[in-house]
């Protein structure tokens, strides 16, 4: 599939700001199971940028205006091409117990995806869910699937339930919440399980065109999406979509990756000279034909 991509993010300020500096992770990586074709990050007003990767592999813009302004905006464009890609099977069928038999040898290579954030603490209830879930006995892709349906019959979808600063534990509270928080709750299980795990941070094709044979709508947001990658026995990333209850396929493109929402952030920065700010956003995410 190919997919066109236009991330569109304005600030507003209530006065007009002197110094503005911005971090960006918006550009896609290149996968197995993603190509870029092009991609272009533009702002305005216009300065000079610098990138750098950081250390989960995300390449950061790094944007510094340090003249007066009214507004800031930054336009991000991307050309995707997503395929579908098989899972790792084998080592989906690999045992719990055994399973991180083979992490505690690599432990050093993904500590950090296994520990606590500050964003998703550890808890009695993931405790619970983590020892109902994965039982050493069980497979690990069964226990992944059981786990992921769980938490998108359970949980409800609300965007008016939670924002950026709702605490997990509130999330686990009231059952209902984003995407974000979907992803959350999903890494809180499986890091307590000791299962390494990262956020991921992209866009989804919700409304699919139509007419395409076992198609169907997901849930997503307007601005960007999020779910979660598990590593396996084989050391290779599988994701899976608490969200709309499925493993990730072609119609969901990667942008970012962080041990939880605040790692993976598209954008974040700071400002001086203004007490107050509106920051709206638009994605609009389009198939386009594939030539013959």
Known sequence: MLFEITHRTEYRYGRSASEAYIEARLTPPSLAEQTIESHELSFDPASAVSTYVDSFGNTVTVFSMTRRHEKLSLLNRA????????RPDDSLAVRVAETRQVFSSRLADFFIYLQPTSVVPTGP??????QRFFPGDAPLGKALEALNQSIHKKFRYDSAATDTSTPLAAVWKQRAGVCQDF???MLNVLRTAGIPARYVCGYIESDPVR????ASRLVGSLATHAWVEVLTPGLNWVALDPTNNQWCGPRH??????RDAADASPVRGTF???????MTVKVTMKRRPEKI
């Open 125 to 130: 209830i993931a405790t619970d869910w983590a």
């Open 79 to 86: 050309l995707v091409r997503t395929r579908e890609i098989p």
């Open 253 to 258: 493109v990667t942008m970012s990756y962080g």
């Open 183 to 185: 992803a959350h709750v």
């Open 272 to 278: 001086k000279g203004s007490r107050a700010q509106a």
């Open 211 to 214: 007419p395409t044979p076992g």
